[in-house]
């Protein structure tokens, strides 16, 4: 059976220490793309046409990168789609403007901070976003160094909201979520803990995330599928970021962290 882009085994996986190449990460990964790209790009299904995918998996016992499927993704930025939420959470938490029993009208609903989670609500943050403003968010932003050039290209929340021009990378997404797995961003420790909490995600480890999805062209695969998150292995703590290239919106890279945890226990 055919192994879903990004979350096998691959004949050479990439491996390297961030602490030797603090600079030059992005380069090496794109000098690796030609001798890598026909290794890693399994066959799709039978039914489904194969989809670039690609997976950064932090470890933190050993300070070093995994990197799973189609480097060539690495060098590219997108739209951090509804993984901007969680960071929206974090900045309000902190400003004392959101707490989980805060209340903010849903679609239909009125809904808290774990509810809004669990149905991704576009809705809800916008609200918490807005109550709180764009200053404590850009200064997050700013301070854990996540996509430098947010301060200057975004001035306010509405230009936030829209997505544009918001495009990161995967290596970004993955740096705010070791920043936050160990403790180094300035949210305190509770906030974290209480983000961690209500981001669990049930399997045979025990992990936590966000998943979403956001458009990136109007043509081509359409959509990008993000999932951010942690997970205690055997030897410690991972943080794993994955990306799925899609033509629809659909929130299929859960599913790809949850094959490659159960490839990598």
Known sequence: MPVPA??????????????????????????????????????????????????????????????????????????????????????????????????????????????????????????????????????????????????????SFADLARGEPLRVSVFEQNLFFQALVNRRIPIRAEHCATLERYLAVEGPQPAWGRSGWGEISPEGPRYVSWFNGAARLKDGKHVITVIVLTPRPEAVALAHFRRYLAAHR
């Not at 290794?39 to 989809?51: C, D, F, I």
């Not at 995918?53 to 933190?60: G, H, I, K, L, N």
Request: hydrophobic fraction near 40%; charge should be negative.
């Open 6 to 155: 990004g979350v096998g085994e691959e004949p050479a996986p990439l491996h390297f220490s961030p602490m030797r190449h603090p600079i030059l990460v992005s380069a090496l990964l794109v000098a690796a793309t030609a001798s890598h790209s026909a290794a890693s790009t399994p066959s799709g299904t039978s039914t489904e046409p194969a989809t670039p995918a690609v997976v950064v998996d932090y470890s933190a016992h050993t300070d070093s990168y995994r990197v799973t499927g189609d480097v060539a993704l690495l060098s590219q930025r997108f739209t951090p789609g509804t993984t901007l939420d969680l960071m929206i959470a974090a900045a309000a938490l902190e400003t004392g403007d959101l707490t989980p029993q805060t209340e903010f009208p849903g679609r239909g609903a009125v809904l808290t901070l774990p509810q809004a989670f669990k149905d991704s609500s576009d809705e809800f943050f916008a609200q918490v976003l807005k109550r709180t403003g764009y200053e404590p968010l850009r200064k997050l932003l700013q301070e854990t160094r996540y996509t430098p050039g947010i301060p200057e290209a975004v001035s």
